[in-house]
């Protein structure tokens, strides 16, 4: 992506969220939430659990409905009313246990839903694609046509993105992309969502791991009890972090810290970076 | 000019080759052995079936010369062709992971039907035979509501409808108990005597070889011109050969006596369509996908209540015809048609055939090899003069074998990483 492109892309963002809050009964899940992501950026939702990541992650793919507030997408207002719309305006979802179809083969997988050709299924076009898609994201899947059993789960994440990159979305939903994975297969997958932002997509993942968000996050957008509870750049301190998920200045976490930090002098967030 | 198109293909491996930690199967030598490979892993396709098909011949033929006989062949022919419609059918809720325990019940209430509307009203043949169809759908179509709708286990649902359908049969031929169909009509001639004349049989025998080279040359072709890795043209060529010889054979054996019989050639048309539709089309892909994760399925965006529907639709539609071509068969629509070891069997010839009880796995052929089995060994006991009590049990064995056989190939595939 080109620089002039990235600064246009700075001004308008693609996804705009601005006092989105959300009811189950008398629960609130979200209350004023405002977000923006722009193309080609990743922003990591962080917070406890409970803090309504997930909650707002369903509303962006269609799943949930906002009791208020406006969703602007490509500068426009929409309203997602079933998984469906949000997938054809270009939203796409990554969920957390993947939804594939292990006695598929990847090729199948990828396009499942989608086939070419309903009555005479054009397998060497969605074999070229997939090939495409997944050199595209430099991907190490052995071969495309062994059922979706036979690969590690990095490569089964590997194939879940590469079929939500299938639609060509504008706007990329990653639920926990790391959780349940090897320090190796964590990599790959961060890898995998840098490369996507290099293709100028815009990405917002959920994750609990601080390094992992730390690894590829633009911003981190931090969510306390279903409210914004601060915006942060990556090379924030734990300190901060924590604080802000956890809601207090004087935590479990900070204690530690500062009770290192009297022993030894030093500061704290290296330490928290270990 | 060649010379240097060859060092670039080798510099630029094709599309699907870069990865060199994959072991491709090179030749015809390579193909045995990634078919071994896959074997030890316990992606068994039809491979139990076969042996399991040559062990029962051989004893049979040891016990009785006349088993292996073409007299006794063409028979057994028309006797698959009924039971191997219905099993096809069988194979389709199996692949969505469902069971339709009704479809005995169903092809006797379709010949009952058949009976009372051909023969008693004096309809014409071909309406009640669609009428009878239609039936068929209309039963699986209730399953589907019962199931979609409020979610009542396919086993509880068609475990209702088997005593209600028998019920309706029953009611249908009311005090009489059977209805003969006229001998001589089309319907009893196609079920009891018509069968093909040896130059089509040749022909036909012939087109499965032909269809299979020119469809994979073309395919070959295009992979090749993507930059794919494609099938070598050798084992291609063999493989048609193979079969070709094969297919030819049998039909040679089988002028031998009366031929093959028009009905089985509809059973194996029907097959060969359904197993179209199962791999070549968007709408077999959802069906296994279905089968496979439900829950994936639906989140891509698949109508998994429509999958389910058409499932239920063409199993019990299929048994309709089964039962249909049972009753022309018979030249009778009884209260017995359909009862006794009918379900079982057709159930026994997909499970047997290879089609996994547990969903997500089959193939329209599954129904043909499995109801040959399945025949082969009612065929034989009769032939040995042993009453339905035995062979009642040993059909039972044979079914119980061949459930163990899925279930620890498919604990063999989880740990060897297939699905």
Known sequence: ?274 | MTKSAEQNAQTTPMLDRRDERVKHAEGIGGSIRAFLDRVRSGDLGSLPVVVGLAIIWTVFQSLNPVFLAPNNLVNLLFDCSTVGVIALGVVCILIVGEIDLSVGSVSGFASALLGVMWVNQGWPVAVAILAALVFGALIGALYAVLFNRFGMPSFVATLAGLLSVLGLQLYLLGSTGSINLPYGSPLVEFGQLLVMPASVSYVLAALPGIVMFVLGFRTATRRRAAGLSAQPMSSLLLRSVVITVVLEFIAYYLNLDRGIPWMFGLFVGLVVAMNYALTRTKWGRQMLAVGGNREAARRAGINVRFIYTTAFMLCSGLAAAGGILSASRLASASQQAGTGDVNLNAIAAAVIGGTSLFGGRGSAYSALLGIIVIQSIASGLTLLDLSSSLRYMITGAVLAIAVIVDSLARRSRASHGRA
């Open chain 1, 1 to 274: 992506m080109d620089r002039n492109q990235e600064q246009s892309d700075t001004r308008e963002p693609v996804l705009s969220l601005r006092g989105i809050s959300k009811n189950f009964g008398a629960v609130s899940a979200l209350t004023n939430i405002d977000l923006d992501v722009h193309a080609g950026e990743v922003v990591a939702l962080v917070g406890d659990n409970g803090a309504g990541k997930s909650t707002l992650v369903k509303t962006l793919a269609g799943v949930h409905q906002p009791t208020s507030g406006t969703i602007i997408f490509r500068g426009k207002p929409v309203t997602l009313t079933d998984p469906s719309a949000a997938l054809r305006l270009g939203i796409a979802t990554v969920f957390q246990d993947l939804a594939l179809c292990e006695n598929l083969d990847v090729v199948a997988n990828i396009f499942l839903g989608r086939e070419l050709s309903p009555y005479r299924l054009d397998e060497v076009s969605m074999e070229l694609k997939a090939w495409t898609l997944l050199n595209e994201l430099s991907a190490r899947i052995p071969s495309v046509r062994e059922p979706v059993a036979s690969l590690s789960g990095g490569q089964r994440q590997t194939v879940a993105i590469a079929r939500s990159l299938l639609l060509e979305p504008k706007l990329i939903l990653l639920d926990e992309p790391t959780a349940a994975l090897g320090v190796a297969q964590t990599a790959e997958v961060l890898d995998l969502i840098e490369r996507v932002r290099e293709r100028g997509l815009g990405v917002i993942m959920i994750s609990h791991n601080m390094e992992d968000v730390r690894a590829v996050a633009d911003r981190i957008v931090v969510l306390r009890l279903g409210r914004n509870n601060g915006v942060f750049d990556p090379d924030a301190s734990n300190e901060e972090l924590v604080s802000a998920i956890t809601g207090a200045a004087n935590n479990s976490v900070s204690r530690r810290a500062h009770r290192r930090q009297a022993q030894s002098g030093q500061a704290p967030a290296p330490e928290g970076r270990q």
